[in-house]
């Protein structure tokens, strides 16, 4: 077992350009359709007055604001990026004072003015009042000493759905992609079989069952490592904010990624040549996306029948998955009934299309 399983990793440092590409391509289009919310807006921002005041307004900007600044070495550099085009706009902070310099004129530049104007007053009114009384930290001190008890509630109750679009585009692609590169790392099985090497393989004293297993986790590997670069890539490179648990992912996309695997199995036992196979793999992964909700939130979708269709396609419970440990917050143990449904998916399709290719190598 662990030679087939070096031989097809070998065969795939010598040419990971597919999977390469997809994992690209699956990032491209996250990043291209998904856009950028509100809370990931970033304005390139210089220090006029390089004072502690200063800085705890950009703390504020940051806890209290839907913008991040980033700040810059000197006016000239700010200056540069906005006539570039690199950001919409810059912003000069001082103490008592800032400035917006406008590249291009957008509602950005509007939030952005009453946003830190805001700031501005508020800092103003709690400096003029602790004066008023002798008191140098009013702000801090009414945030220890609370008058009122706030609680806070929200007209969402806890089956509301809730919808960023720009970690529903990352799930979906990444899902959508991850299906044609395992369906590729299975194709192996069905040139291995055609010409001849599959027969070979069951004439050596390697069992059945190794060989069997070798496959499924050459195929595991390679789909579970794209999805976990392309979280990995969008969490830490691109900065987009995963809320609830980051970690789970990488745990609740293992039941998806065996069920794909397992329908790449019994595909593969179906088809009799490698034409059937490329035909028919393009077929079921976009109609799995479309059903499934890849492309849009299933939420949408009125029509009784593709909510029901969808039920029996892995792409809405991987979607589940990671909206529910990102989005909603749950923990593994209640997302029991999507990972239960996977696994389910995982060993029925595994099992008739072990059973297939037996009964053909029979007969």
Do not use: C
Request: proline fraction near 3%.
């Amino acid at each position: 077992m662990r030679g087939i399983l070096f031989a097809k990793l070998k065969r795939l440092l010598r040419n990971p350009g597919e999977v390469i590409l997809l994992t690209l391509l699956s990032i491209i289009f996250a990043l291209i359709l998904g856009g950028s919310d509100l809370n990931q807006i970033k304005v390139v921002t210089y220090v006029a007055n390089d004072s502690e005041d200063v800085y705890q307004i950009i703390r504020q900007i940051e806890e209290e604001t839907v913008f991040t600044p980033e700040i810059e070495e000197d006016e000239e550099s700010l200056m540069k990026k906005v006539r570039n085009g690199k950001s919409e706009f810059g912003l000069i902070l001082d103490k008592d004072d800032f400035n917006i310099i406008v590249g291009i004129d957008s509602p950005n530049v509007y939030i952005l003015e009453q946003s830190i104007r805001s700031l501005f007053e508020s800092n103003m009114q709690y400096e003029t009042l602790g004066r008023a009384i002798n008191q140098i930290n009013l702000k801090e001190e009414v945030k220890k000493n609370k008058i009122f008890e706030i609680d806070t509630v929200t007209f969402q109750e806890g089956d509301t759905f809730i919808y960023q679009r720009n970690l529903h585009t990352i799930f979906g692609f990444s899902l959508f992609f991850v299906i044609f590169t395992l369906m590729s790392s299975v194709l192996q099985i069905l040139l291995e079989r055609n010409v001849g090497l599959w027969d070979r393989i069951i004439m050596s004293p390697v069992r059945k069952w190794e060989m069997y297993v070798a496959n499924f986790l050459y195929s595991f590997m390679i789909g579970y490592t794209q999805v976990a670069i392309i979280l990995l890539v969008f969490r830490y490179i691109v900065n987009i904010d995963f809320p609830g648990s980051f970690p789970s992912t990488f745990i609740v996309v293992i039941p998806y990624v065996l069920a794909i695997v397992a329908l790449a199995i019994l595909i593969v036992s179906l088809v009799k040549t490698v034409q059937q196979f490329n035909a028919i793999v393009p077929i079921i992964a976009v109609s799995m996306a479309m059903i499934g909700g890849a492309y849009w939130p299933l939420e949408i979708v009125e029509s009784s029948f593709m909510i029901t269709l969808s039920k029996f396609v892995p792409v809405t419970y991987g979607i589940e998955l990671l909206n529910g440990v990102t989005v909603y917050n749950y923990s593994i143990e209640d997302m029991l009934y999507p990972i239960s449904i996977l696994l389910l998916m995982t060993v029925l399709m595994t099992g008739i299309g072990l059973h297939l290719m037996e009964k053909r190598y029979i007969s």
